[in-house]
T-cell receptor
Framework: EAQVTQNPRYLITVTGKKLTVTCSQN?????MSWYRQDPGLGLRQIYY???????DKGDVPEGYKVSRKEKRNFPLILESPSPNQTSLYFC???????????FGSGTRLTVV | LAKTTQPISMDSYEGQEVNITCSHN???????ITWYQQFPSQGPRFIIQ???TKVTNEVASLFIPADRKSSTLSLPRVSLSDTAVYYC?????????????FGGGTRLMVKP
């Protein structure tokens, strides 16, 4: 089944403890992206990648890092999480050209 | 990137046709219009995409007038399961398509 898989689905962590949210897609898509969703603020793009080793900042990149060493994987790294990064995170991928994104099921992160 | 404006919310009843209009006055020549559907705590799901005139698939229709400054998503005979948030996005998928910003969306409530 074609899909975007995020792990973990739920995570509670403490301030300052580095964490990684993994994202993997099995559709050989070129483009991948990370979004966070907060009540009243909608979906905001954190980072995106147009291909292996090509990444760029979205609207809210502060406090996050990404890497794209393989086409299928696009992990989101929080080096020193803070409570304001408590949010619902979505990874998405799409093929090049005029195609829509396929989203993962989301990761609900709580930083205490 | 073209900014979009949608109604914040809409109510409908089962079996009715629902039309959600999105305004995008500064749409560029190479921009496509894409609609997504999102259920609570799930990632957005691609519904339909178009450039001009009318596009129809098994889920919805998309009407785009000649000036392309607006678009209308039409959902035929809605059911309770169509209760969701619907997002309209405009962007050039071949160039800046990865910097896709989701607006506030339209919260559709379908009542029995």
């Amino acid at each position: 089944e074609a899909q975007v898989t995020q792990n973990p689905r739920y995570l509670i962590t403490v301030t300052g403890k580095k964490l990684t949210v993994t994202c993997s897609q099995n559709m050989n898509h070129e483009y991948m992206s990370w979004y966070r969703q907060d009540p009243g603020l909608g979906l905001r793009q954190i980072y995106y990648s147009m291909n292996v080793e090509v990444t760029d900042k979205g609207d809210v990149p502060e406090g996050y890092k990404v890497s794209r060493k393989e086409k299928r994987n696009f992990p989101l790294i929080l080096e020193s999480p803070s409570p304001n990064q408590t949010s619902l995170y979505f990874c998405a991928s799409r093929q090049g050209g005029r195609y829509g994104y396929t989203f993962g099921s989301g990761t609900r992160l709580t930083v205490v | 990137l073209a900014k979009t404006t949608q109604p914040i919310s809409m109510d409908s009843y089962e079996g009715q046709e629902v039309n959600i209009t999105c305004s995008h006055n500064n749409i560029a020549t190479n921009d496509y219009i894409t609609w997504y559907q999102q259920f609570p705590s799930q990632g957005p799901r691609f519904i339909i995409q178009g450039y001009k005139t009318k596009v129809t698939n098994e889920v919805a229709s998309l009407f785009i007038p000649a000036d392309r400054k607006s678009s209308t998503l039409s959902l035929p005979r809605v059911s309770l399961s169509d209760t969701a948030v619907y997002y309209c996005l405009v962007g050039d998928y071949n160039n800046a398509g990865n910097m896709l910003t989701f607006g506030g969306g339209t919260r559709l409530m379908v009542k029995p």
